[in-house]
């Protein structure tokens, strides 16, 4: 027995519900506005929907026709719209590349700017320790006029002094950068030490005969005296480079002199005596 089920409004099967469907359609249509004007001018609408029917489909072969017509500058707009998209490719490609270029050339120009900075505190280092390796070179290098005025110029001549007090400023400094065990100062003591050796020996014999010629008889001390003051930085160089010598020529002239005023001082008492006994 057949299953029969009653659905009421739900049935879409219903003549009821296909009559309702017909209804909205025609109201649709009644409402266009060509189909109202064809009622009002009394068209007959199914010669008209005839007549609307043969010119879409002459609308249609027309537009076909113009279609068919244009095809070569439409397939010609195809083949540059083609073209189009492979120039923007191209085109994608190369500035693809030059974004690439350029993140490269941003790196490089990154790696130059650190260089240069690193270069900018290499310089400025050299520069704040130059002045004091300019100092240390010109004050540890010995010039030839040096060691050929010491070695050959006579002590009494102005040069072998002013070239004596460079010796000077010379040695003291080779001992002051030896106590900060400077490298460079091996590189001169040597010739430092036979420059003073040199100097100190010259100077000895020269004070000496000078004090030698207060011991001559009837002789003016007081002139070559005075003449010794004149060269009083020998003794100082002796004195802070060579004590034993200095201690030497002290002595020796202490000596001299001594006896000298101890004549002096006997002469001068004989004739007092002389002068009371009359």
């Known amino acids: ?15 009821e519900f296909i009559l309702d469907e017909v209804d909205i359609h025609i109201q649709e249509n009644l409402e266009d506005a060509l189909v109202k004007e064809a009622l009002k001018t009394g ?20 537009s076909i026709k113009d279609y068919i017509k244009e095809s070569q500058n439409i397939a010609s707009l195809h083949n540059q719209i083609t073209a189009c998209d492979t120039i923007l490719e191209r085109m994608e490609q190369m500035l693809s590349s030059f974004q690439c270029d350029l993140s490269s050339i941003s790196s490089e ?9 690193t270069m900018n505190i290499k310089l400025k280092n050299r520069q ?8 240390l070179v010109d004050e540890l290098a010995v010039p030839s006029a040096m060691i050929s005025t010491i070695l050959d110029t006579p002590v009494t001549e102005q040069e072998f002094l002013e070239q004596l007090h460079e010796l000077n400023t010379k040695i003291n400094y080779v001992k002051e950068q030896s106590f900060r065990e400077t490298a ?17 020996t010259k100077i000895r014999e020269f ?3 000078k004090i030698y010629s207060f011991r001559k008889p009837m002789t003016n001390y007081q002139i070559p005296q005075n003449a010794l003051l004149k060269f009083r930085f020998f003794y100082q160089f002796l004195l802070a480079n060579e004590r034993s010598v200095a201690k030497e020529i ?15 001082f006997k002469s001068y008492t004989s004739r007092l005596m002389k002068v009371q006994y009359e």
């Open 1 to 15: 027995e057949a299953l029969q089920l009653n659905l009421g409004d739900l049935d879409l099967t219903s003549d």
């Open 43 to 62: 068209v007959d609408l199914r010669q008209y929907s005839k007549q609307v029917e043969l010119e879409l489909q002459q609308i249609e072969h027309a």
């Open 109 to 117: 120009i990154q790696t130059l700017q650190e260089q240069s900075i």
């Open 128 to 135: 704040s320790v130059r002045s004091e390796l300019s100092q």
């Open 184 to 200: 460079a100062c091996g590189d001169v003591q040597d010739v430092l030490d036979r420059l003073k050796i040199k100097a100190v």
């Open 207 to 209: 004070i000496l005969q």
């Open 250 to 264: 002290r002595d020796e002239y202490v000596d001299t002199m001594s006896k000298i005023y101890l004549s002096y």
